[in-house]
């Protein structure tokens, strides 16, 4: 109930700055952007873009995770590894996304590839430096302790290390889930061949406003539901830790 009031507040506000404004190429009404979306509905251009975001996003989380999480760990672990890979990864986040772009159209030209890596490089360092606090956050009386009575490295690291580690980890995915439809929707706008990035270009040509924001609004709706998916899932996969509300 709360977030449906929520969600008409919201749209009071926007109906009342649109009138506000009069500037419909700025601020299209609600009226005219669902109109938009409703028209959008009904055809197969707009799934087929979205089913192009949808793998895409999926791609690029799965490779982050699958590659940042075991890097992280290491550099968490052990010092020595965390002070060699450090700079390294704080200067793929600090390069700025436009750099990428300018790299992967070199290399790959328009096409899925360029919003593929330049989704992954610009996530894999939060990844990485996540995972690696969480490690470095671990108590460490408490392995002290595990060590004075005998218990096996692969106890301690799987009671021990990832029992301090599933909140951070899940806290990275939450964050990743957020950024990742962004990041690929830039990358689509700006060097993809298909997707909901390219139907939003296309729109900015025609200066379509409305349909601008309905495509927004799909691209939310997008991140909105993968977030609880994944929420879910993790509660489901890793009931025995607990995990943050």
């Known amino acids: 109930m709360k977030i449906l009031l929520?969600?008409?507040?919201?749209?009071?506000?926007?109906?009342?700055?649109?009138?506000?404004?009069?500037?419909?190429?700025i601020l299209p009404s609600p009226y005219l952007t669902f109109e938009s979306l409703s028209h959008l509905a009904v055809q197969s251009d707009t799934y087929?873009?979205?089913?192009?975001?949808?793998?895409?996003?999926?791609?690029?989380l799965l490779t982050v995770i699958a590659v940042g999480i075991?890097?992280?760990?290491?550099m968490g672990i052990n010092e020595s590894v965390y002070e060699i890979f450090r700079p390294a990864v704080t200067v793929?986040?600090?390069v700025p996304v436009i750099s990428w772009l300018a790299l992967v159209i070199f290399?790959?030209?328009?096409?899925?590839?360029?919003?593929?890596?330049?989704g992954f490089l610009s996530l894999l360092p939060i990844s990485i430096f996540t995972t690696a606090a969480g490690v470095r956050s671990t108590d460490k009386n408490l392995i002290e302790m595990a060590k004075v009575y005998r218990v096996s490295k692969v106890k301690i690291v799987k009671t021990i290390y990832l029992g301090s580690l599933v909140p951070f980890i899940f806290s990275t995915v939450e964050?990743?889930?957020?950024?990742?439809?962004?990041?690929?929707?830039?990358?689509?706008?700006l060097c993809?061949?298909?997707?909901?990035?390219?139907?939003i270009s296309w729109a900015r040509q025609y200066v379509d406003v409305p349909k601008i924001y309905a495509l927004t609004i799909i691209t939310v709706a997008l991140g909105i539901a993968?977030?609880?998916?994944?929420k879910m899932a993790f509660r489901k996969i890793l009931g025995k830790w607990q995990i943050p509300s």
């Open 48 to 60: 087929q873009a979205i089913l192009s975001t949808v793998w895409k996003s999926l791609l690029v």
């Open 192 to 199: 993809g061949s298909s997707g909901i990035g390219v139907l």
């Open 6 to 25: 929520g969600i008409l507040i919201f749209l009071i506000a926007w109906q009342v700055f649109s009138v506000v404004l009069n500037v419909p190429l």
């Open 226 to 230: 993968s977030e609880r998916v994944a």
């Open 107 to 118: 290399v790959w030209g328009i096409g899925w590839k360029g919003p593929v890596v330049i």
């Open 70 to 74: 075991p890097v992280g760990f290491f």
């Open 92 to 94: 793929v986040q600090a």
């Open 175 to 189: 964050v990743i889930i957020g950024d990742v439809w962004k990041v690929i929707v830039v990358a689509e706008y």
